[in-house]
Each structure stands twice: as C-alpha cells, then as structure tokens.
Nanobody, 124 residues
C-alpha cells in the first residue's frame, strides 16, 4: 500500500504562484509514476501532469505546459507541482496519485493510489 498526502493549497490571486507537495509513504518502491489531477466543481477530474518515479520523464496536459512544472525529490518521497501565473480557471481540488505500472500516465483509471486532495482557489 502507498499513502499520499497533499499540501500547499490555498487562496491566491490571479497571477500568483503556488507550489503543491505530495508526500508518499508505505511501499513506495512499487511506484512507477506519480501524477497530479484536478477537479473543478461540477466538472470531471482532469489530468494535470505526471512524472516517472525512477526516471525523469514528465508529462503535461498541453494547455498547462509552461505554467505548471512537476518535479520530485526521491530522497524525501515527495512530488511537487509548481503553478505559476495562476488563473481563476485553475480553481479546483488538486489530487496526487500514484501508479504501479504505466505507460498511460494521463489516464486516471490507471492510477492505484490517491491522496485526499487539496483545494486551490484563484480569485480574479
């Protein structure tokens, strides 16, 4: 089992930056990749970004590439999501997830473990 705990969400203004963190614990050696997803109120949960756990490959939802950056610190078992130039449409609950086997890292149905989510609210 793998446990995931997100942190770093909050209320910010448009144009601000925010960094989310996701701490993994448990059987982390079973992880192939970590991903971030988000769900706005009344909408489906969407893929944001993913990063392979043992390598450095990264994947992004195309419209977010350039504003959002995913990174990791294996020594700390932590994945980060740096979000810059935030917009009101980025408002959502952001979820961290872990998958034991890829390669469809943008497919939420492939993920085995999920965090509880952290709220990000961007005011205009």
């Amino acid at each position: 089992q793998v446990q995931l705990v997100e942190s770093g969400g909050g209320l910010v203004q448009a144009g601000d930056s925010l960094r989310l963190s996701c701490l993994a614990s448990g059987f982390t050696s079973s992880i192939d990749a970590m991903g971030w997803f988000r769900q706005a109120q009344g909408k489906d949960r969407d893929f944001v970004a993913a990063i392979t756990w043992r390598g450095r490959a990264t994947y992004y939802r195309d419209p977010l590439r350039g504003r959002f950056t995913i990174s990791k610190d294996n020594a700390r078992n932590t994945v980060y999501l740096q979000m810059n130039n935030l917009k009101p449409e980025d408002t959502a609950v952001y979820y961290c997830a872990a998958v034991r086997r890829g390669p469809y890292y943008d497919d939420q149905n492939e993920y085995d473990y999920w965090g509880q989510g952290t709220q990000v609210t961007v005011s205009s």
